[in-house]
Structures are given as structure tokens and as C-alpha cells.
């Protein structure tokens, strides 16, 4: 798959496209059906497939509202997206200037001229142009002017979509990515780099990896203690995380710590992607040191026992 951070960046080879736009947060099953459609569509035909998204996510610009949070990060979507066979993936900044093109300067400037248009694949809901004020009749009318196809999703597959994402973000908010990741098709994963912590870990007999999301809109699940699992250097290593304010130790600051159950060696400034497996339980304030000693070794034996029923 080919990435490109501007439609302007975008090499058009003059083949004809299949496109579809939308914010695909999650890549999960919900819109597993559309990304199979743009598949067989290219399939059947010569013709390129395209996903347009945008970023930074247009609820951000057009609301000022920085306190969404996404499922994927930008690189994480186009990790996900390749493995649906996308042909390109384009992630257009989306800014002011870009919301005040009218509806048909869009499918003009941007469909027809720079990306090469034959279809787009696209929910019957959608609006787009300036103040959003165009919708998919609109859209039906600047195909037969242009010459490119319109094909709508079903109102069904619209809902399946807006209810998996609300379901994915609901489930993870309350602690239960078994859930989250049955909607998902694939585990739940973050992914940050490897930083130095207060080394608390390692005088009790869990030493931690303390993670630094790459990206702070990033949708962290509750706080809690999950069972997890990373490749390291092309090796699968099991552990248990937990995110929280550590309160046994009088913290106040959230953290993300990693008790990896087989890695002893420096891992530092390493990047990670972390998979959800499993709940533990949720965050606690134990009355010492030693009690929290002891709960630790609950975790990792139900951790161990769970990770056991997977192989």
C-alpha cells in the first residue's frame, strides 16, 4: 500500500480510482464490508483503490475539540488498512481552508482532477462541502455531470459501523477489552516507547516498562490491570500492565507500566506495540507494600494460566 500525506502528494499513474472516505477509526469488523468491496471492485477492473482520510480529525478543527480520543493512530490505521489489500491511503490535512471548499469544488478539484475518479464507494449519510452542506443526492448529480459511479452503503452497514465504534470506545472505557476486541476482529493494542520510570518495580520483584504513548489522542482503556502481549525483536513475549496512579504508592500522576514476565534485559527507548489480551481486575489501593506484593502474584499466576489456555 502506498501512503501519502497530501492528496497533492498523491501520483496519479492515470489509471481510473475507487475511492472511499471516511475516518475508519478502528479498522474494525464494522467496516471490514466496505474495505471488501473497494478489494473486489479493483479486483474485477484495472482500476486503483483509494482511501481518503483526514487528519488532524475534523471534529478537532471544526470544534476545537481536543479532547477526542481515537481508536488508531494515524500510523496504526495504515498498518491495519494495508492488510485489507488497499491500494493507497491518502491522509489529507484537514484545516479551515479545506472545510470552505464548496461541494462541488471537492469533487472537482479533488475526486476528478487529482484523483482520477471512476467510483466511490460511500454511506448514504454522508455530506460533505462547505458547512457540510452537500449530501449523497448531491454526490449522485456531480457523478452523472463528472462521469464517475455512486454507490451508496446500506443504511444497515452505516449503523453496524457508528455501532461498533460507539461499542468499541464504550468497552474499553469500562475496562473490558475482551469485549472491545471481539468487535474489533483483531486485539486492542497501543503503542509508545520505552521510558525511564521511578524503578519502584524492581524493589519489589516486578520491574516494569513504563510506556510513553506516541500519540495523546490515543483512547487508553480504564484503569486497570490487563494481560498483554508485544513482539520484541521478532519475539512474543507475554506480561501483565497496568495503567493507573499507582494510589499504594502515593502517585498522582497516570502511568503505563509493563511487567514483562521473560525479559530481563535493558529495553529502553525501545518502540512497542502492546496488544490487549484480558482483564485482570481494576486499580486498588493496597494497605502496604507487602499486600500489593502478594496481589501482584495473584495477577501473574491467573496471567500465566490464561496465557496457557491460548497456545
Do not use: W
Request: net charge negative; glycine share 6%.
Amino acid at each position: 500500500m502506498e501512503k501519502y500525506n497530501s492528496i497533492l502528494d498523491f501520483k496519479n499513474n492515470k489509471s481510473k480510482t475507487i475511492i472511499t472516505i471516511g475516518t475508519f477509526d478502528g479498522v474494525h469488523l464494522g467496516h471490514k464490508s466496505i474495505l471488501e468491496k473497494m478489494k473486489n471492485a479493483t479486483l474485477e477492473n484495472t482500476y486503483e483503490s483509494i482511501v481518503l482520510t483526514f487528519f488532524p480529525h475534523p471534529r478537532m478543527v471544526l470544534q476545537q475539540d481536543s479532547s477526542i480520543k481515537l481508536l488508531n493512530t494515524i500510523d496504526e490505521k495504515g498498518e491495519l488498512l494495508d492488510k485489507f489489500g488497499i491500494d493507497n491511503l491518502i491522509i489529507h490535512p484537514f484545516d479551515a481552508a479545506f472545510s470552505n471548499l464548496s461541494a462541488e469544488e471537492f469533487v472537482k478539484e479533488i475526486l476528478v482532477d487529482k484523483l482520477n475518479i471512476h467510483k466511490i464507494i460511500i454511506g448514504h449519510d454522508h455530506r460533505f462541502g462547505k458547512n457540510r452542506s452537500a449530501d449523497i443526492n448531491d454526490l449522485i448529480t456531480f457523478g452523472k455531470k463528472y462521469d464517475f459511479e455512486v454507490e451508496q452503503i446500506s443504511a444497515k452497514e452505516i449503523d453496524e459501523i457508528a455501532i461498533s465504534s460507539t461499542k468499541i470506545r464504550k468497552a474499553l472505557l469500562e475496562g473490558n477489552v475482551k469485549l472491545a476486541n471481539e468487535y474489533l476482529g483483531y486485539p486492542y493494542f497501543i503503542s509508545g516507547k520505552v521510558i525511564e520510570g521511578k524503578k519502584i518495580g524492581r524493589t519489589i520483584g516486578f520491574p516494569t516498562a513504563n510506556i510513553l504513548l506516541s500519540e495523546n489522542y490515543k483512547l487508553l482503556p480504564k484503569n486497570g490491570v490487563y494481560i498483554v502481549s508485544c513482539e520484541i525483536k521478532k519475539v512474543l513475549h507475554f506480561g501483565m500492565m497496568n495503567i493507573g496512579k499507582n494510589p499504594t504508592l502515593g502517585d498522582n500522576e497516570q502511568t503505563i507500566e509493563v511487567h514483562f514476565f521473560d525479559i530481563k534485559e535493558d529495553i529502553y527507548n525501545e518502540n512497542l506495540q502492546i496488544a490487549f489480551l484480558g482483564n485482570i481486575r481494576e486499580e486498588h489501593k493496597f494497605n502496604s507494600i507487602t499486600e500489593l506484593q502478594t496481589q501482584l502474584e495473584k495477577d501473574k499466576a491467573f496471567s500465566l494460566d490464561f496465557i496457557k489456555n491460548l497456545k
